[in-house]
């Protein structure tokens, strides 16, 4: 199918990497609608934010969460598709006829073991054990979603033609989806897209980030149970396999790449001490700078499993649960997109949002630092530092599949540690709604000059065919065979889900989580009789 992107492809190539290359972008006193748009809908921004956040849905298990931004988007007028890619939390929101095709997305689920009370400083789980939004991910939908609306009623008050697809990080944390996202054909025919992700920052970046990609794969021994003491020699223990298989695997990371990053959890090491494990799994997340070095570590992952099953008499299969791409970024949309986050400029921090940011740097011994008073630089290959490996995000799927960038937007607070409850304490206080709000409006005006500027769009088609596609070349590591491993956590949430509900946001009765929990922002005790 001949999409937007291809019939101006053509266009300009010979300024494709010149400093006015996006240029030609929407006017003033439409970004202005956009803007004031996403104002109108603040309100709406903090209980959606707050909302997700009380959901605390980790990866797959999503359920409450997309059910919610479902209803919400069907609600402003999008035709929702649920259960897109085989993945039932997953879904896509489209809208508009003509013009191009702009797909919004952002991450929704949670992480486990990090239930953490917004707004409080110190270490509080609302469930002990509990999932929570330690990464943030419970603001970036929300903001996708205004930022929508804010472009659609502009388009449709102006008759510009375009059309947008939503669309949710399913579980980003497990680096599970968005690789089946791209071989299910979801990105078939869209023009750009532009994704968001939490940050204590607001900014956005191009060329190649320096994150490392990923692959995800589970192995799996068999071997023969016998009695411990009385007849050990009968059996062949599959976790003596999976033993060995790290221990091999630590040796072997000293002659691997600097860059690399590897880690494992065993999820399934025997039943009881006095009879020899039959099966033993170790899930291993391996991760390194290129689609090449991906598929050499997983290949001696291989390696060394099928040469522990033989020590040890027992044989192996292996599952890929999750791929990641490496990441980068569209130039000509970055340099978009940074016009316009320098226009909105960072949100009006009040003195209790200062306050606050302070008591959790001090209180969890975090460098003390500010809210930031001033957006970010555009970050370029040229002013970033030498990567040396590091996390990954399966948005570089869908980067390797149509010119994408990644805006990071600042609800919450600097110096957090990632994947911690620390980065959960202000994800549901008004630094996470003004955040949330002004992302919104970069989001707004950047879908804005895409849908009103063709060679905005033929440089970015431009730009991803003649410079990134020549760096490298998409190759996942999932096959055909393959599928999301929706059955994840479902375990953990049929446990931990009565006790969450307790805790769900109810917007009709609190204007703010914060109240409903009984906190006085700032301060960081929590009055025990509103407390669920």
Not at 98 to 108: E, F, K, T
Not at 195 to 220: I, L, P, W
Not at 385 to 401: H, K, L
Request: with cysteine.
């Amino acid at each position: 199918m001949t999409t937007f992107r291809d019939a101006v492809t053509a266009l300009l190539l010979g300024t494709l990497l010149t400093p006015q290359a996006a240029l030609a972008q929407a006017g003033k006193a439409l970004k202005r609608e956009a803007e004031n748009k996403v104002d109108a809908q603040a309100k709406d921004i903090q209980v959606m934010v707050d909302q997700v956040f009380s959901y605390a849905e980790p990866g797959f298990q999503e359920v409450r969460t997309s059910a919610y931004l479902t209803a919400v988007l069907e609600k402003a007028g999008f035709t929702v598709t649920r259960g897109v890619a085989g993945i039932p939390t997953a879904f896509t929101a489209t809208w508009g006829e003509g013009g191009p095709l702009i797909a919004l997305g952002s991450d929704i689920d949670g992480l486990l073991g990090v239930s953490q009370y917004p707004g409080m400083a110190e270490a509080k789980a609302m469930v002990e054990g509990g999932p929570g939004h330690g990464e943030g991910h419970n603001a970036g939908l929300p903001l996708v979603i205004a930022a929508a609306i804010a472009a659609k009623s502009v388009m449709e008050k102006h008759h510009i033609p375009g059309r947008l697809m939503i669309w949710p990080g399913v579980a980003e944390e497990l680096l599970a989806t968005k690789a089946y996202y791209v071989r299910e054909g979801l990105f078939k025919g869209v023009d750009a897209c532009i994704f968001t992700h939490v940050s204590s920052e607001f900014g956005t970046a191009y060329g190649d980030f320096g994150m490392n990609g990923m692959v995800s794969v589970e192995y799996q021994f068999r071997g023969k149970t016998a009695h411990s003491a009385g007849m050990p020699w009968e059996g062949r223990s599959a976790l003596d396999a999976v033993e060995l298989m790290n221990t091999s695997w630590n040796f072997r990371r000293e002659h691997l790449p600097v860059t690399q990053r590897s880690h494992y959890v065993i999820t399934d090491g025997g039943g009881q001490p006095n009879i020899v494990p039959a099966t033993a799994s170790v899930w291993y997340y391996f991760r390194d700078r290129s689609f090449g070095a991906i598929k050499s570590m997983y290949e001696t992952g291989n390696e060394i499993s099928e040469a522990a099953a033989k020590a040890t008499g027992t044989t192996v299969s292996h599952r890929v649960l999750g791929y990641a791409a490496p990441n980068f970024g569209n130039k000509p949309m970055a340099e978009a997109a940074y016009a316009n986050i320098a226009a909105v400029g960072m949100p009006h921090w009040s003195a209790d949002d200062q306050v606050f940011a302070k008591a959790v740097q001090q209180a969890n011994q975090r460098k003390v630092e500010p809210l930031k008073a001033k957006v970010s630089e555009l970050s370029t290959p040229e002013n970033r530092p030498q990567s040396i490996g590091g996390g990954s995000d399966d948005i570089g799927d869908i980067m390797w599949a149509v010119p994408t960038i990644t805006i990071r937007f600042p609800s919450n607070v600097p110096n957090m540690i990632g994947h911690h409850l620390t980065s959960a304490m202000a994800m549901a206080t008004p630094i996470a709604h003004k955040g949330a709000v002004a992302g919104a409006k970069a989001v707004a005006m950047t879908v804005l000059d895409l849908m009103t500027s063709p060679k905005l769009l033929a440089q970015a088609t431009s730009y991803f065919n003649d410079v990134q596609l020549k760096s490298d070349s998409y190759a996942p590591l999932i096959t055909a065979q393959d599928k999301p491993a929706i059955w994840l956590n479902e375990k953990v949430m049929r446990d931990m889900r009565p006790q969450l509900e307790k805790f769900y946001y109810d917007p009709a009765r609190y204007p703010s989580y914060l109240e409903q929990l009984g906190i006085s922002y700032p301060s960081v005790t929590i009055e025990s009789k509103k407390a669920p």
